[in-house]
């Protein structure tokens, strides 16, 4: 057997596991998250825009902030801010 031919081999399971897979769990998560919003939920943008959801439409979200009312695609939610916003304040520090 050829090393060159081993060699792709490796490289190859090793993209698969460490780039492919991982990317694809991460796409899954965000669409199960953006499929739990619901009408109440306090929510940050990825520009960082703080919220609370005001109405839920298929592929956009009214966000209802202290300015006004944001027409927003549900994309732009920030799944990791959204839970450390809604994440239990500890009081320890």
Known sequence: MDPNFLMIGLMLVF????????????????K????????????????????????LNEATVVIETMAGKLLMEKVAISMEMTAKLNAPVNAKK
């Not at 993209?15 to 965000?30: A, D, G, S, W, Y």
């Not at 199960?32 to 109405?55: N, P, Q, Y």
């Open 15 to 30: 993209i698969v596991f460490f780039m492919i897979l991982p990317q694809r769990n991460r796409v899954k998560k965000e």
């Open 32 to 55: 199960e998250f953006e499929k739990s919003l619901k009408v109440g939920d306090k929510i940050i943008t990825k520009s960082g825009i703080h919220g609370r959801i005001a109405e």
